[in-house]
């Protein structure tokens, strides 16, 4: 077993984890973030992301040891005080889900691109969500919720409990 320490969602966790442990699994199941779902498990789907240190990786991807001593933002660390994140509301409001199922690491990814394009084209957009699969939605309407964010203030941002 190894120790680590990661800062999930603003709280700071301290773990004794197997080596092989993913970061997935980690979230999961020592700290019940299960928003955070596992769609392949072979880094093709995107369903997994979430943030390690502001930018987005599929957590089925890296370790958890990896993460020992950086700060981690999932889907559930999104919403502030009872309200959404704006990328969550334009998800909401411009219907981009179905089953949902693909729905946290599309959001998270979709915050991701915002940080390099601040303003982005469709095409941009669309490049951005490419390691991110979807078997409902056709594309088109996320594509719309991404656009519609980008408008908003503090879409490009996690959280305000990070980094605080
Ligand atoms: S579960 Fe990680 S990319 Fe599919
Ligand atoms: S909404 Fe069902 S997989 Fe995307």
Redesign the pocket.
Known sequence: MTRITVTVDGDTYTDDVEPRTLL?QYLRENLGKVGT?????????????VHLDGRSV????VLAVQADGHEVTTIEGLATDGQLHPMQKAFHENHALQCGYCTP?MIMQAIDILKDHPDPSEQQIREGLE?N?CRCTGYHNIVKAVAAAAKAPGAELASSKVGE
């Open positions: 997935v779902v596992i769609g392949c498990d072979t880094s093709n789907c995107g369903a997994c992301t599929k957590s089925c991807n690491g390691g699969l």
